[in-house]
């Protein structure tokens, strides 16, 4: 019954207003007309956290859009409920900002990153319930089968990179950034091969 | 003599951009590197209001989204009065940001209440009126009386219930949250128990 | 050459941000919980000057978005010049937020009176040049003579209501809100006897 | 087997929030009631570099904005790296309020102007790879060779100009923006001269 066009318009406002204000959290140093050089850039330096967290903040924000923009490429129609749980995956994708904030200031502490990677954690698991809702509803174009279950393993993976780098961020908090490149190397690898042995 | 496309894509923009502005009445405790977990917890907990505002106000701004979407299902045509009635409409849909600011430090000061709940309580209204000028002049496509019945009735449902709030804020502030699940729970319920005798 | 989608979705985002940002001028009070109702009310009300302002600017925009909307629809083509002068124009719809936090300030001082009015005429200025253009280089799509010429009307009655406010406003600051609701009053009845004539 | 769509509207986003959130960067000067004009109006004043800055900013972001626009005219198909390399840009597009907060401070202090120019030197070459990855991979539509050779050459001169920006920006300071506007000039008078000789 609903229209799939305005779920991407709201859906693209929100991402492309939560990448856009990722930037509102570097803040400008206050710095002087008679400050050195060198001053200036300790200045930046120090912003170095806040400009790794935005970096990384709005590359896997530009990945969870991309899945998302896949899913809809598949889905067909859209109900009630899939409109709520939409409605739930972009309010943890608007809170990014402040997660971000958090991680900014203590890139390295327990709790910042709990709550970081928490907020990544939520955005996968309800981009994948999203999904196996859509799948499971027949509400899909089932045209192309071979596309669809491999979206299902990525956002499966999706989930799984946020949930391991969870249990690393408990144990070892220094290394929980570790498992995102692994899976994404290890994922591009695997795909590469995938495509040589078809051809 | 004007397309709706444009009054579509303007009402998303707004939707998603306050939406995703509310993230920013959230300020990021300042803290330092040697703060314990148990320091920074306390610092989130604190919090505690200003999130709950947060979730409450981003789920039923997708609710009237949701709605206004679903009005605009169904209107065929725009008029000059029905593009500024939604332009009011989306004039107290922006303040969203500034109501949830003063909810988010006083979650149960009568002041902070009304405030609140009368901003939302004109979202509805204008929505109501609205969808009651585009019905009576004409403007919809009557392909689905049924369907346009039930809208008119969630509608006016959405406008019931703030006007109950704002009521039960005047004598009980802290009991003001009650009505919308009480609503939403009872609607789902109703809607299901239609479902089944249909079937 | 161009196609005109982008520049209209590119325009209705910074008609919707604009408008959206308008409301973080609205400080919110910063009051505790024992605070008295009666002490609340009275900060409230201390936002009285910024409450206006943020309805006149939200309603003065929205106007503009409805004029620019009803250019586009009668525009077929686009090219460079017509797409620069829509991003001036753009640039000055983007710098309300800044006229409107200095008239929140003092609204009957006449430097902010200057710089907020100043920053209308300029709207409406190159909304003018760009319609003028659009229309002499041929660019519009002539179906509609009457339409078109009453478009010309209204977009012209803009520029003269800003540049009538901005000579008030150098003599009668106190007045200079005058010209707007006498032309828009004006104008309606105007149309409304228009209408009773032709039919 | 992308649709271009949808990264035109996340780009159209990310544009036109950046060149909305500029304005933030305008500080409204804190004034009281008994303030003379010279006083305001001296403030105002202060704010001259941060005024240059958002204009100019925004034009450059508008120019860009157009640049992507013509690439997407004339894309045809998008696919994975394409999209990515498409992201970084948009990162390093939305960064510039950072830039531009920066350089509104301290308008010819070498740091700030490195750190300015890079952004947009960042943003001239990723719209560069973008296009020549586009262009090899055969993902263009090729109905227009000579439109296609032209904005080549246009992308590669918005790539020139911020390198001999840069290049000016280390020797003298005062002087790096200067090659915009020599450059600017130069291409309009070129492409004047061109049309002149066709007819």
Redesign the interface.
């Known amino acids: 019954?609903?229209?799939k066009s305005?779920i991407?318009?709201?859906s693209?406002?929100?991402?492309?207003?939560?990448?856009?204000?990722?930037?509102?959290?570097?803040e400008?140093?206050?710095?002087m007309?008679h400050?050195t050089?060198a001053d200036?850039?300790d200045q930046?330096l120090e912003l170095g956290p806040a400009f790794a967290t935005?970096?990384v903040t709005?590359?896997i924000a530009?990945g969870f859009?991309?899945l998302h923009?896949?899913t809809?490429?598949f889905i067909r129609q859209v109900n009630?409920l899939l409109?709520?749980v939409n409605?739930l995956f972009?309010?943890f994708v608007?809170?990014l900002?402040?997660s971000a904030?958090?991680m900014?200031?203590?890139l390295v502490?327990?709790?910042?990153q709990f709550?970081y990677i928490g907020n990544q954690l939520a955005i996968a698991l309800l981009l994948n319930a999203h999904w196996l809702y859509a799948k499971r509803r027949d509400l899909l174009d089932s045209a192309a089968p071979s596309?669809i279950s491999r979206l299902t393993l990525r956002i499966a993976m999706a989930v799984a990179v946020f949930a391991i780098s969870m249990i690393v961020a408990f144990f070892l908090p220094a290394w929980s950034w570790v498992p995102l490149p692994v899976f994404l190397l290890g994922g591009t690898i695997y795909e590469w091969r995938g495509r040589y042995k078809i051809q």
Not at 15 to 24: A, D, G
Not at 28 to 31: K, Q
Not at 109 to 112: A, F, G, T, W
Request: net charge neutral; charged share 5%; hydrophobic share 55%.
């Open positions: 019954m609903l229209s305005r991407e318009g709201l693209d406002g929100v991402f492309s207003i939560t990448m856009t204000l990722l930037v509102l959290k570097l400008v140093p206050m710095v007309h400050s050089n200036m850039l930046l935005y970096v709005f590359l530009g859009w991309f923009h896949l809809f490429h009630g409109l709520w409605l972009l309010m608007s809170l900002p402040f904030g958090l900014s200031h203590l502490h327990p709790v910042s709550f596309q």
